[in-house]
């Protein structure tokens, strides 16, 4: 089980750190591709970063970039500048068993690739 940290309430231009920890297990493999993913009511999933765990390579879509960075650690997702549109839950998935050179490119368009994911965390920027 994956649980996510680290939500809340900012105001636009505010930040948050959200983290995503294993419970109850531990990661099998020591490589391994980890993203976040956001979700409105009714809204289809956004990947918003990724990253390679034990490889350190760290991707985050053009959209996103110069606000959301990604720790290449431990996965924890920076968020600065939150701005209103950046209003959604949060989730943070794993798979092992995914490529490096997929992970930084195009799991953030592929949710359904991820095996294991968090219940979520909400934030919300108003």
């Known amino acids: 089980q994956l649980v996510e940290s680290g939500g809340g309430s900012v105001q636009p231009g505010g930040s948050l750190r959200l983290s995503c920890a294993a419970s109850?297990?531990?990661?099998?493999?020591?490589?391994?591709?980890m993203a976040w993913f956001r979700q409105v009511p009714g809204g289809r999933r956004e990947g918003v970063a990724s990253?390679?765990?034990?490889r350190r390579r760290t991707y985050v879509p053009e959209s996103f970039k110069g606000r959301f960075t990604i720790s290449e650690e431990d996965g924890a997702l920076q968020m600065n500048n939150l701005q209103p549109e950046d209003t959604a839950k949060y989730y943070c998935?794993?798979?092992?068993?995914?490529?490096?050179?997929?992970?930084?490119?195009?799991?953030?368009?592929?949710?359904?690739?991820?095996?294991?994911w968090g219940q979520g965390t909400q934030v919300t920027v108003s």
């Open positions: 998935a794993t798979q092992p068993a995914l490529s490096l050179a997929w992970c930084v490119s195009q799991a953030t368009e592929q949710d359904l690739e991820f095996r294991y």
């Open positions: 109850g297990y531990r990661m099998y493999a020591s490589d391994y591709c």
């Open positions: 990253v390679y765990i034990g």
